[in-house]
Structure formats: C-alpha cells, structure tokens
C-alpha cells in the first residue's frame, strides 16, 4: 500500500511559479514510477507529468513541456512539481499518482493522493 498527500491549496496570480509536493508513504513506494494529473473544472482528468523510479525519465504534456519540471528525491519520501510561469488555464485540482510503471502508470494509476486546488488568477 502507498499514500500520497499533496502540498495545500494555492492561488498565484498569471506568470508565477509554485512547487507543489506530495508526500509518500508505504515500504515500496520508491520503486513505484510517479506522476501528476489534473482536472480543470468541467473537464476531464488530464495528465500532467511523470517520472521513473530512478527519476532517470521523465514525461511531460505537450501544454506544459518547457514550464514544469518533475523530480523526486527519495530520500525524502516527496515528489515535486515544479511550475513556471503558469496560465489561468492551468487552474485544476492536482493530483500526485503512483504506478508500477511508466505505462501503467499513464492508463491507470495504482494510487492517488486526495488533490490540492491550485488556482492561477489573470
């Protein structure tokens, strides 16, 4: 079993930037790939980025490739999403994700953290 807690709830204003995190727990969390995923309002629940066990590879949305960068330090237990010089439409709940690998990660997610609201005002 692995959780996942994401960082609260934030509002930024158009071309800031915020790091978001998401703690991890459980024995096997490290070997697990990870990812973000968000739903804006009335639309469904998109990926965002991903990353390797190894934080080796990486995987971005082509609508946020160049913005945010995703690592993780295991050491920590966290995941992070970095995000530059963000867009109102970047306004969705944020999830954090795990999966036992990159592409089952992608189809379906084994666990998901409860999401945090991040809120990019123009």
């Known amino acids: 079993q692995v959780q996942l807690v994401e960082s609260g709830p934030s509002v930024v204003r158009t071309g800031d930037s915020l790091r978001l995190s998401c703690a991890a727990s459980?024995?096997?969390?490290?070997?697990?790939?990870m990812g973000w995923f968000r739903q804006a309002p009335g639309k469904e629940r998109e990926f965002v980025a991903a990353i390797s066990w190894t934080g080796g590879s990486t995987y971005y949305a082509d609508s946020v490739k160049g913005r945010f960068t995703i690592s993780r330090d295991n050491a920590k237990n966290t995941v992070y999403l970095q995000m530059n010089s963000l867009k109102p439409e970047d306004t969705a709940v944020y999830y954090c994700?795990?999966?036992?690998?990159?592409?089952?990660?992608?189809?379906?997610?084994?666990?998901w953290g409860q999401g945090t609201q991040v809120t990019v005002s123009s």
């Open positions: 994700a795990a999966g036992e690998a990159i592409q089952r990660l992608l189809d379906r997610p084994k666990y």
């Open positions: 459980g024995r096997t969390w490290t070997s697990y790939s």
